[in-house]
């Protein structure tokens, strides 16, 4: 219940465009719990922040809880800026995981180790869900990761080869208990930018005009936008 290790999988899965037969590939999202080696997969047409964000919340979803650390891959979704002692988290990743009480704590560079478990399903999965799939044809992002999520279950209850179990029988067992409860409700997706107040006490945001105290009239300003709200 302590960790979370994410990653991105290195091969892709695809969807296919139902008017041209073109083929669109999808990423595909990992999180591990390394105790359990209980494992959440999904597929997305981005590996933007809005998909780095909602494969989070939804597999926090799946786990049902959170664990007090996350390791993600040092990627520029993720992590700004890459430094031994401090690395910079994005702002956006930072505080969704504020909002579900939980440290970020990026692998270094070039050590795979840090993310031992992540690294190692990332290939199973690979393989055991990705390949596997690779003669069917999907028409949409819902129609592949519903697929995903049955060989997801399968993957999930297989028997453990050296020891009695699955992995979900040892998450339900020895884990679950032990993660941080899902807050109230889910993080809203929100994006950061910064922007310079005019002098007529606006600024620009998504193709918008705000007004703000005119006090901030030539300094520049942190803008937080959601779906609802500025």
């Known amino acids: 219940g302590e960790i979370m ?4 999988a290195g091969k892709t899965a695809s969807i296919t465009d139902n008017i041209t037969g073109e083929s669109i590939p999808a990423y595909v999202f990992v999180a591990t719990l390394p105790c359990s080696q209980f494992t959440y997969v999904e ?5 933007n922040m809005e998909s780095w ?9 799946y786990f049902g809880g959170v664990t007090r650390i996350l390791v993600p891959d040092n990627l520029k979704t993720g992590v700004e800026q890459v430094s031994k002692p401090d690395p910079k988290i ?3 990743y930072h505080e969704m995981a504020e909002h579900y009480g939980t440290a970020v704590i990026p692998a270094r560079v070039r050590h795979p180790k840090d993310k031992p478990h992540a690294e190692g399903t990332v290939g199973i999965i ?5 390949a ?9 992002l819902r129609e592949l990761n519903g697929a995903i999520q049955e060989k997801l279950a399968e993957f999930n209850e297989k028997p453990f080869q050296k ?9 339900l067992e020895e884990e679950k208990a032990l993660l941080l409860p899902l807050p ?9 930018s910064k922007a310079s107040v005019q002098y007529d006490y606006h600024i620009y945001a998504d193709k918008n005009q705000y007004s703000v105290p005119y006090e901030y009239i030539r300094h520049q300003v942190d803008v937080r936008l959601t779906s609802k709200m500025v």
């Open 132 to 140: 596997s799939l690779r003669h069917q044809q999907f028409f949409s």
């Open 126 to 130: 690979s393989t055991w869900i990705i």
């Open 184 to 192: 109230a409700s889910p993080y809203e997706l929100a994006t950061w």
């Open 53 to 61: 964000i909602n494969a989070h919340v939804n597999a926090f979803n």
């Open 163 to 171: 020891k009695p179990g699955s992995r979900k029988s040892a998450f």
């Open 43 to 47: 597929a997305f047409l981005s590996m």
């Open 90 to 92: 994005n702002k956006t």
């Open 5 to 8: 290790e994410v990653d991105w």
